[in-house]
C-alpha cells in the first residue's frame, strides 16, 4: 500500500484506480475519469472472453464481475469502479458489501444526470437486457422524481456493433435508427446511454433521435463521483511521484481489444492478455 502525506500535510494514496467492462465500452468511462484526474494511475480489464455480460444472470454476471474484483485487489488498487451498467446492475451493492475498498458504479451516476438534465420528466434509457431487466435505472430515476416517465429499451446489438468496430459505419447507422423507432411518437427530451458502450455510438444515436433529445453519458458523472470522492477522502495521487501506473487487459483477443481502444482513447496502447477462463467452463 503506497500511502503517505505531501509536504503541506495532505495525505495522497498512490495506488492505481481499478476499471471494469464487459469488453471495450468502459474505455468511455476510463477516458472520463482521465479527463478530470489525468495524475492518477489506473487499470482496466476487459472482460472479452465473456462478452456479452447482457444476455447473461445476474448471479453469472456477478460471478464473473467478483473474479475481476478478487484480481483488482491483487493489484492493490484504492478504488473499483465498475464501468458496465450490467456489472453495476448485479455486483455494486453485494462488491460494496465484499470489499475493503470504495466500489463505484454507473448508473446512480446516469439516473441523476438525467433527473437534472430533463424539462418534461419523460426519460428514455437504452441498455443492455440484462440493466434493463434489472429495473434499476426506473427505480432510482422515480426514487428522485416519482413524476417522472420512463421508457427503457434494450439494445444489445449495439455492443456487438461496437466491439466490432463498426461504429460509424452506414450498417451502424441504420441498425441504431431501426431500434430506437421504438421513441418515436414518445415525448421523451432526455436518453440515457445505459451502457458504457453506446456512447461510441452517440452520432448514430443522434441521428436517429429527435434533435432536441438530450443524450446522457453516465461515464461522466460518474467520473466526476470518483474524483469527489478521492479529493473528500485525501486519496489523490500525488503528481510529483514518478512511475505513472497504466495497465489495460482483456480476457479476450489483444489484437481486437487494442485496435478499439486505440480508437476510443486517442493514442495507442499495450493490452496484456489476462487468463481468468470462460464462464462455461466455471461451475
Given at each position: 500500500?503506497?500511502?503517505?502525506?505531501?509536504?503541506?500535510?495532505?495525505?495522497?494514496?498512490?495506488?492505481p484506480?481499478?476499471?471494469?467492462d464487459?469488453g471495450v465500452?468502459?474505455l468511455?468511462?476510463?477516458?472520463?475519469?482521465?479527463?478530470?484526474l489525468?495524475?492518477?494511475s489506473?487499470?482496466?480489464?476487459?472482460?472479452?472472453?465473456?462478452?456479452?455480460?447482457?444476455q447473461?444472470?445476474?448471479?453469472?454476471?456477478r460471478?464473473?464481475?467478483?473474479?475481476?474484483?478478487d484480481?483488482m485487489?491483487?493489484?492493490?488498487?484504492?478504488?473499483?469502479?465498475?464501468?458496465?451498467?450490467t456489472?453495476?446492475a448485479?455486483?455494486?451493492?453485494?462488491?460494496?458489501?465484499q470489499?475493503?475498498?470504495p466500489?463505484?458504479?454507473?448508473?446512480?451516476?446516469?439516473?441523476?444526470s438525467?433527473v437534472?438534465?430533463?424539462?418534461?420528466?419523460?426519460?428514455g434509457?437504452?441498455?443492455?437486457?440484462?440493466?434493463?431487466?434489472?429495473?434499476?435505472?426506473?427505480r432510482?430515476?422515480?426514487?428522485?422524481n416519482?413524476?417522472?416517465?420512463?421508457?427503457?429499451?434494450g439494445?444489445?446489438?449495439?455492443?456487438?456493433m461496437?466491439?466490432?468496430?463498426?461504429?460509424?459505419?452506414?450498417?451502424?447507422?441504420?441498425?441504431v435508427?431501426q431500434?430506437?423507432?421504438?421513441?418515436?411518437?414518445?415525448?421523451v427530451?432526455?436518453?440515457?446511454?445505459?451502457?458504457?458502450?453506446?456512447p461510441?455510438?452517440?452520432?448514430?444515436?443522434?441521428?436517429?433521435?429527435?434533435?432536441?433529445v438530450?443524450?446522457?453519458?453516465?461515464g461522466?458523472?460518474?467520473?466526476q463521483?470518483?474524483?469527489?470522492?478521492?479529493?473528500?477522502?485525501?486519496?489523490l495521487?500525488?503528481?510529483?511521484?514518478?512511475?505513472?501506473?497504466?495497465?489495460?487487459?482483456?480476457?479476450?483477443?489483444?489484437?481486437e481489444f487494442?485496435?478499439i481502444?486505440?480508437?476510443?482513447?486517442?493514442?495507442?496502447i499495450?493490452?496484456?492478455?489476462l487468463?481468468?477462463?470462460?464462464?462455461?467452463?466455471i461451475?
Amino acid at each position: 500500500m503506497i500511502i503517505g502525506k505531501k509536504e503541506e500535510g495532505i495525505n495522497v494514496d498512490n495506488r492505481p484506480i481499478g476499471v471494469m467492462d464487459s469488453g471495450v465500452g468502459g474505455l468511455t468511462v476510463l477516458k472520463e475519469i482521465v479527463k478530470v484526474l489525468p495524475s492518477e494511475s489506473y487499470i482496466f480489464v476487459g472482460d472479452q472472453a465473456n462478452l456479452p455480460y447482457g444476455q447473461k444472470s445476474p448471479a453469472t454476471v456477478r460471478r464473473l464481475t467478483k473474479r475481476i474484483a478478487d484480481f483488482m485487489m491483487r493489484q492493490n488498487v484504492k478504488m473499483f469502479v465498475i464501468a458496465c451498467n450490467t456489472s453495476t446492475a448485479a455486483s455494486l451493492d453485494y462488491l460494496t458489501a465484499q470489499l475493503p475498498i470504495p466500489v463505484i458504479g454507473v448508473i446512480t451516476p446516469g439516473a441523476e444526470s438525467a433527473v437534472a438534465a430533463t424539462k418534461n420528466n419523460q426519460i428514455g434509457v437504452i441498455a443492455t437486457n440484462g440493466t434493463v431487466k434489472s429495473g434499476d435505472y426506473q427505480r432510482i430515476i422515480k426514487g428522485l422524481n416519482p413524476h417522472t416517465n420512463v421508457y427503457s429499451l434494450g439494445c444489445p446489438d449495439f455492443v456487438t456493433m461496437v466491439e466490432h468496430g463498426e461504429a460509424g459505419s452506414q450498417i451502424a447507422l441504420e441498425k441504431v435508427r431501426q431500434q430506437l423507432a421504438y421513441f418515436k411518437g414518445k415525448p421523451v427530451d432526455t436518453l440515457v446511454l445505459g451502457c458504457t458502450h453506446f456512447p461510441v455510438l452517440e452520432n448514430e444515436i443522434r441521428q436517429a433521435v429527435n434533435a432536441n433529445v438530450q443524450l446522457i453519458d453516465p461515464g461522466i458523472s460518474t467520473a466526476q463521483n470518483v474524483a469527489a470522492y478521492l479529493r473528500s477522502h485525501d486519496q489523490l495521487r500525488d503528481p510529483n511521484v514518478d512511475s505513472q501506473i497504466k495497465e489495460f487487459y482483456t480476457t479476450g483477443n489483444q489484437k481486437e481489444f487494442t485496435q478499439i481502444a486505440d480508437q476510443l482513447l486517442g493514442k495507442q496502447i499495450h493490452a496484456k492478455h489476462l487468463s481468468l477462463g470462460r464462464e462455461d467452463v466455471i461451475s
